[in-house]
């Protein structure tokens, strides 16, 4: 073989053992994999959330939660909100 063949067989051994590196999976982990950046959102399950976005969670979850009373009304804007407006809207809503 000439030197040129000889150093193409050489780099395409070599390409393809670095190719058949990459498509071998990691190692596994035997520990548990803790989530920093992540939440339950997007699937994650509390426990392996750190502590402190686990209270973030519980913080969060909380606060929507008292935030979710009465925000229907809140949503309607087309309700009437006083007694004013009440036969205002009796009106309206007759003449059409």
């Known amino acids: 073989m000439s030197p040129k063949t000889v150093v193409a067989v050489e780099r395409a051994r070599l390409l393809e053992e670095s190719l ?23 699937g994650v399950p509390p426990e392996l959330l750190q502590p402190e976005n686990r209270q973030h969670l519980a913080d969060r979850t909380h ?28 009106y309206w809503t007759r003449d059409e």
């Open 63 to 90: 606060q929507e939660a008292s935030q979710a009373v009465g925000t229907k009304r809140n949503r309607e804007t087309y309700a009437p909100r006083t007694q004013e407006q009440l036969p205002a809207l009796r």
């Open 20 to 42: 058949s590196r990459r498509d071998d999976p990691p190692a596994a982990v035997s520990e548990p994999q803790v989530i920093t950046n992540a939440g339950v959102d997007e």
